[in-house]
């Protein structure tokens, strides 16, 4: 008989369950509802059950491995055109055919809009994905704007996103760092950096100030930049760019 395997770190069982690629995160509650669970030989039905070190845990008689001690984060180059999910939705296409199938579940940092494309980070650590999202981190995002028309370097609406600007809503945006890029025949490349992450913000900024914008891409999330990563692409961070983020938000590596 094969000895059951003690898991290597503590999190709630439903988590612990997914980190160590039982299923999907439906077909790790139907097991549990169903008893086919049990920690310590001990069935148990709830999604919360504590999984500490020192105890086996078997998924209808066989002994599950425990999931990796390392937190995982991946960076994406998310195309246009897609939902910031991992499932397709009937009428619009997911990104979790490109993240590999033989990691442990992953999501999302945040969100891009539909329309949107550039840097999505994914990882299996909530607390890492708080510290990122909270804006008292002040992490960058950095965004390459293409806005319809000539914007010659005295428009004063730039003057207006630099100072911080109310987008409606009541709510009103922390100054940002905007520079002039490429300047083509009937398009502006505006380069954006922001310290927060309100819904939609670079889009309703620049709505607000009536610009039309073309195309909007997000070129860095702190020290993790696009690089050379292709659309529908992604990677596992350097063990360097791991920490730097981590550092970033206040983390140990």
Known sequence: MTEPIAPSSTGPLQKWM?????GSKAEVRA????????????????????VAP???????????????????????????????RIDDTPERLGLGRYIPADLPRLFPVGRL?????????????????????HPDWHLPKVYAVKIRGHIEPDDPRLDRMRRGMDI?????????TVTLGERRTRATWVHITITEGKNRQIRRMCHALHYQIVKLRRTAVGPVSLGDLNPRCARALTDDEQAALRAAVGLTP
């Open 18 to 22: 997914l980190r160590a690629r039982c």
């Open 31 to 50: 097991a549990i509802l169903a008893g086919r669970v049990a920690i310590d030989g001990v069935v148990t039905t709830r999604f919360a059950h504590p």
């Open 54 to 84: 020192g105890v086996s845990v078997t998924l209808d008689g066989t002994p599950v491995s425990p999931p990796p001690a390392e937190r995982l984060v991946w960076v994406m180059n998310k195309p246009k055109k897609h939902l910031t």
């Open 113 to 133: 809009d539909y329309n949107s494309e550039g840097v999505l980070l994914w990882t299996d650590d909530g607390h890492l994905a708080r510290r990122i999202l």
């Open 168 to 176: 409606g809503e009541g709510l009103v945006t922390r100054p940002a």
